[in-house]
């Protein structure tokens, strides 16, 4: 048995001597758990700096799976072994002592006193040397998300001990983001260097890049000191960062309209969802509903309902959300229709008082239900984080996926309108209700219907909401005044021209929120709607009917 352990060790140490030249080594093949333990256990041994390096290389290349983990616990200086029998552990800080974990098979051994154990003791040298092969091993990840947040730490904290392994990297990377995140990581390497070729070929590699860190660092060679001269000496160097930092700004400006025009764009979706209810509400029965903020806040309220119902499943609660929040807010919108609107046609000012009673009172009671704070809604994996096209643009998941869905929501009324019988109907009545009631079209169902069909979109448009903002009793109040603009400004009760505002809108704010803050935005839109429906009080596109002209 001691020389078959022998034979291992010598192998390893071959192993080793190829490693230590200056060419990447083939992969050191552990074939068991013993093997391993005997790589591993080296540590304990190893006394000298050198011996330690050598260790720590052999352990990186090898085909270990907790390597990375063995050699972060070392550099956090969570590496120990047992005294009495020599294992090696992780051991983390306990009131009696340490909780150490073995390495070798990953069991829970307890607490155990703290002069039990001895921590395998690291320097300056072997702390540079660890910091170079963990990120080496990160670069060498067979995920590109991995590899590529590997890439972009090494940008924010270069050293010159990673250039070697960003070299190797660079040799077989084939992802073009993760490769371009590499160049930027070694030129901001070189900007450290003493020689003026290698630091104005490392600025020359920042153009046509975008990343934000790069152009702090060549901003930051234009500042001066207290004493007014520029902190970067070399005439040549900061002249040659400046015009590419100059081209680098150009670029980001036109990635910032983008940027913009996505984020109102975004925002006109959402009031393109809380709008297009309204819209075919107002537009068939002329009824201005001021309950139709809670319908939002009803579905909001929906969604955090099922998340609490589906707490395994978050992934899947918004799917579910859906069609629950659309059949909770239709149904409580028909509810009101026959219990309350139904009375007052004809009479505005009372169904917008009604309305308005309804809606303070639905705020009470999701109030008394959830209590007046606000909850938090989860957003599913799918829906999390962002698509990162450059260093100058990024846009979120949660907003395009939010753009897509208004869309959908969108053509899928269209189609239950243009498309249907009961889409007909509508059309009917909106267009000619007492012809459409002569011709045997019962209106009062229509009118039931299509309330509820407007509510349920808003209920819709609460499940989007609850993805951006958290859910509370006040939720639909912040989007009823822009819904109603949204809806005058389009053309009352017209599809199109709702979409086309509600987008329109989405990025005025977004363009005129840097220069004037978000009140002052808001004021200015509101004051160019009012004095655009003096022109045209019908709205960009009127609906065509005998009622309509009237």
């Known amino acids: 048995m001691k020389h078959?352990?022998?034979f291992r060790m010598l192998v390893l140490t071959l192993s080793l001597l190829f490693s230590l030249q200056g060419v990447q080594a083939e992969?050191?093949?552990l074939e068991s758990e013993a093997d391993s333990a005997l790589l591993l256990n080296q540590l304990i041994s190893a006394s000298s700096t050198s011996d330690k390096i050598n260790l720590i290389n052999l352990i990186a290349s090898s085909n270990l799976s907790q390597?990375?983990?063995?050699?972060?616990?070392?550099?956090?200086?969570q590496l120990?072994?047992?005294?009495?029998?020599e294992k090696l552990v992780y051991a983390i800080t306990h009131p009696d002592g340490y909780q150490i974990t073995s390495v070798i098979s990953g069991e829970d051994l307890g607490v155990i006193g703290n002069r039990k154990v001895r921590k395998i003791s690291i320097n300056n040298e072997l702390r540079a040397v660890l910091r170079g092969v963990l990120a080496e091993l990160s670069l060498r990840s067979d995920d590109v998300a991995e590899r590529l947040k590997a890439a972009k730490d090494l940008i924010r904290s270069p050293a010159a001990e990673f250039l070697p392994a960003i070299e190797r990297a660079k040799a077989v990377e084939t992802s073009?983001?993760?490769l371009e995140s590499l160049n930027i990581a070694a030129a901001m390497v070189n900007l450290n260097s003493d020689q003026q070729l290698l630091r104005l070929d490392a600025i020359e590699s920042f153009r046509g890049t975008l990343d934000t860190d790069a152009m702090s660092i060549l901003a930051g060679m234009q500042l001066k000191d207290s004493d007014g001269n520029y902190t970067e000496k070399d005439d040549l160097v900061r002249e040659s960062a400046a015009a590419v930092l100059t081209e680098m700004r150009s670029k980001a400006e036109i990635y910032k309209v983008i940027e913009n025009t996505f984020f109102g764009l975004s925002l006109g979706s959402v009031l393109l969802l809380t709008a297009v209810g309204l819209a075919i509400t107002f537009g068939v029965m002329g009824v201005i509903n001021m309950a139709h903020g809670e319908m939002m806040m009803l579905g909001a309220y929906t969604t955090y309902?099922?998340?609490l119902l589906m707490p395994n499943y978050i992934d899947y609660s918004i799917i579910v959300a859906i069609p629950a929040a659309f059949l909770v807010s239709g149904l409580v919108g028909i509810v009101i229709e026959r219990g309350i609107i139904r009375h007052l046609y004809g009479r505005p000012l009372e169904t917008l008082l009604a309305t308005f009673g309804v809606s303070l009172i639905l705020q009470q009671a999701v109030r008394s239900i959830f209590s007046p704070l606000n909850k938090s809604v989860s957003a599913p994996s799918w829906l999390s984080g962002s698509w990162e096209i450059n260093g100058a643009l990024s846009l979120t998941y949660n907003r395009l996926y939010i753009i897509i869905f208004s869309l959908v929501v969108l053509l899928m009324l269209v189609f239950l309108l243009k498309k249907t019988f009961v889409g007909l109907q509508m059309r009917a009545v909106t267009q000619n209700r007492a012809m459409a009631n002569s011709m045997g079209i019962r209106t009062g169902w229509v009118d039931a219907l299509t309330?509820?069909?407007g509510s349920g979109i808003a209920g819709i448009a609460g499940v989007a909401l609850s993805q951006l903002t958290n859910v509370g009793p006040n939720l639909g109040q912040s989007y009823i005044i822009d819904s109603f603009m949204v809806v005058v400004f389009g053309g009352v009760g017209n599809l199109f021209g709702t979409f086309?505002?509600?987008?329109s809108l989405g990025v005025a704010n977004k363009f005129l929120e840097p220069f004037a803050g978000a009140v002052l935005a808001k004021i200015f839109v509101l004051v160019f709607i009012i004095l655009f429906i003096q022109w045209r009080p019908r709205g960009l596109f009127a609906l065509k009917g005998r009622s309509v002209e009237d």
């Open 80 to 85: 120990y072994y047992t005294k009495s029998d």
């Open 27 to 29: 992969q050191v093949v």
């Open 500 to 503: 086309f505002a509600a987008m």
């Open 176 to 178: 073009a983001r993760v």
């Open 67 to 77: 390597r990375s983990a063995v050699l972060n616990a070392l550099q956090d200086g």
């Open 4 to 6: 078959s352990h022998v």
């Open 305 to 307: 309902v099922i998340q």
């Open 451 to 453: 309330f509820g069909l």
